[in-house]
Nanobody, 122 residues
Framework: QVQLVEYGGGLVQPGGSLKLSCKAS????????MGWYRQAPGKERELVAT???????NYGDSVKGRFTISRDNDKNTVYLQMNSLKSEDTAVYYC????????????????WGQGTLVTVSS
C-alpha cells in the first residue's frame, strides 16, 4: 500500500518561513506529478503548487513568488518552501501524488496524505 506522510507543519509568525516535506512509501512503479493543496476552515481545498517528474512547476496565484515546490526523486519526497507567510496561509496542507502502482497499469492513481496544519499567527 502506498502512503504519503507530510512533515513540517506548525505555528509561525507572519512574515516567517516554514518548509513542508512529503515522503511516499510503499511499493509502486513510478511517482509522477506531486503537489500540495490546502484547505482553510470553511473553505474549499485549493491548489498550492504542483511539480511533474520532469520538475515543471505550477503555482496557485495566491502563493506565486512566495512559495517554492521542489522534489527529490531519489528520496520519493516533495518539498514546499513557504516564505513571507501571511495569516491567510493558515490551513491544513495536503500532499498529493499521481502514482503508477504497477508497470502493467494503464494509468495513475491519486494518493493523498493525511494533512499537516500550518498556522500563521502572532
Amino acid at each position: 500500500q502506498v502512503q504519503l506522510v507530510e512533515y513540517g507543519g506548525g505555528l509561525v509568525q507572519p512574515g516567517g518561513s516554514l518548509k513542508l516535506s512529503c515522503k511516499a512509501s510503499g511499493s509502486f512503479f513510478s511517482l509522477n506529478a506531486m503537489g500540495w493543496y490546502r484547505q482553510a476552515p470553511g473553505k474549499e481545498r485549493e491548489l498550492v503548487a504542483t511539480i511533474t517528474s520532469a520538475r515543471n512547476t505550477n503555482y496557485g496565484d495566491s502563493v506565486k513568488g512566495r512559495f517554492t515546490i521542489s522534489r527529490d526523486n531519489d528520496k520519493n519526497t516533495v518539498y514546499l518552501q513557504m516564505n513571507s507567510l501571511k495569516s491567510e496561509d493558515t490551513a491544513v496542507y495536503y500532499c498529493n501524488a499521481l502514482i503508477k502502482i504497477s508497470y502493467y497499469d494503464a494509468g495513475n492513481v491519486a494518493v493523498w496524505g493525511q494533512g499537516t496544519l500550518v498556522t500563521v499567527s502572532s
